[in-house]
């Protein structure tokens, strides 16, 4: 995706786990991402609410992204519409990780065994390399 990206740290994050950047001749667009683990469940709109927040705060930020392993309310992908944030639920990030050839778990059992913390941990790791071009470039978040 040739993204530069910046992991946050684990707290005063803003809900914030990924800064992502990319330079394009007309400017640069910067990405303010979002993780939630939710295998069997549904991301409400409180965490669209929330992204929108910090987007808002920071104009700098050119869009939020929220991405999950599960999938969107209804009220949450209503809540974004004709907002600076794109949802990825699980059907996306699976089209991503296929698309840029970023392996997550060669086993979906380990995958559901392994525990929510760790988990977390290897999906922000995975998701900052699907977006990350092959050097990686540290950025400083706005």
Not at 28 to 42: M, R, S, V, W
Not at 84 to 96: A, K, P, Y
Request: charged content about 20%; proline content about 4%; aromatic content about 10%.
């Amino acid at each position: 995706m040739g993204y530069h990206v910046k992991l946050t740290p684990q707290t005063r994050d803003k809900g914030i786990h990924i800064y992502a950047k990319r330079l394009y001749e007309t400017g640069t667009e910067f990405l303010a991402i979002q993780c939630k683990h939710y295998p069997k469940g549904t991301v409400g709109v409180e965490h669209a609410r929330a992204l929108y927040g910090v987007i808002h705060a920071q104009p700098s930020i050119t869009k939020g992204v929220l991405i999950t392993n599960g999938s969107f309310s209804k009220d949450c992908r209503e809540f974004v519409n004709g907002k600076r944030i794109e949802l990825f639920d699980v059907n996306v990030v699976c089209g991503l990780l296929e698309k840029y050839d970023v392996s997550f778990f060669e086993n979906t059992q380990k995958w559901a065994a392994t525990s929510s913390n760790t988990l977390q941990k290897t999906y922000i790791q995975t998701l900052r390399a699907s977006f990350a071009p092959r050097t990686l470039c540290e950025i400083a978040p706005p």
